[in-house]
């Protein structure tokens, strides 16, 4: 187990459908074995001591991607929801997901909820799941929200800093990720938590989401231990120096 395991990590979950396409498989099949890689992901990262894993499962702007791969999609994640909740429970996992609700089918929801529900006393690891997620459209709805309660007057603006607007994020209870990785050789963020990123390190792989193991996770986990977290001060090897 490393020594500094970062306590959040938050994962771009990229490249299933080129590591199909390189196969001659379907967009669909490629989701699947996604999944595959997201259930050792969780496993992993309890092995390794971190408290929080977010997983960016489907994005706000996924929703212009054709409509047979989002049925697929949303399949695919009703029958992870059915087949993996009980697990995550017995392995104590808490579940949370993110994101806009209001265009998910309801089906849906209603499983989401459940899983929640179930395993919100567990503290193992607690798993976010990103769905109809998007950055900007989590601060829009943070501010939105603070905007309302100003006008009603159950929130003086003048005493709203950075803590305070944290809580009207969908994030709201959870630290900040300490390490993003992404996968498959993009390198860019994608409207993906990006106020709680500030102080991420940003670790990027050209491995396909499918294809991500143990060993990648552990080496991403120790680029975060050789990095010098200075949140905007001085290194510790220079304080030394003076």
Do not use: C
Not at 34 to 60: C, D, H, M, N, P
Not at 146 to 173: C, I, P
């Amino acid at each position: 187990m490393p020594m500094n395991a970062p306590r959040h990590v938050a994962i771009i979950m990229d490249g299933n459908g080129r590591w199909a396409m390189a196969r001659g498989l379907s967009r669909a099949e490629g989701h699947r074995k996604g999944a595959e890689a997201a259930r050792q992901a969780v496993e992993t990262a309890k092995e390794l001591g971190i408290q929080y894993l977010t997983l960016f499962s489907f994005s706000s702007e996924n929703w212009s991607r054709p409509a047979k791969e989002i049925d697929e999609l949303m399949n695919l994640l009703r029958y992870y929801l059915k087949k993996e909740t009980a697990e995550l429970h017995k392995g104590g996992a808490r579940m949370l997901v993110i994101g806009d609700r209001a265009r998910l089918p309801q089906d849906l929801v209603a499983l989401i909820e459940n899983a929640e529900t179930l395993t919100k006393d567990n503290g193992k690891i607690t798993v976010v799941i990103a769905l109809s997620y998007g950055g900007r459209q989590d601060i829009l709805f943070a501010a939105k929200e603070l905007a309302r309660r100003a006008q009603a007057g159950t929130v003086d603006l003048e005493k709203v800093d950075e803590e305070v607007f944290s809580q009207y994020l969908m994030t709201q209870g959870i630290p900040d990720p300490d390490l993003l990785i992404r996968t498959s050789g993009e390198s860019r963020i994608s409207n993906f938590l990006m106020w709680q990123l500030a102080y991420a390190e940003l670790y990027f792989t050209e491995t396909l989401w499918p294809d991500f193991s143990k060993k990648e996770m552990e080496a991403a986990v120790a680029f975060f231990n050789s990095r010098d977290r200075r949140y905007g001060g001085l290194s510790q090897e220079k304080e030394s120096r003076g």
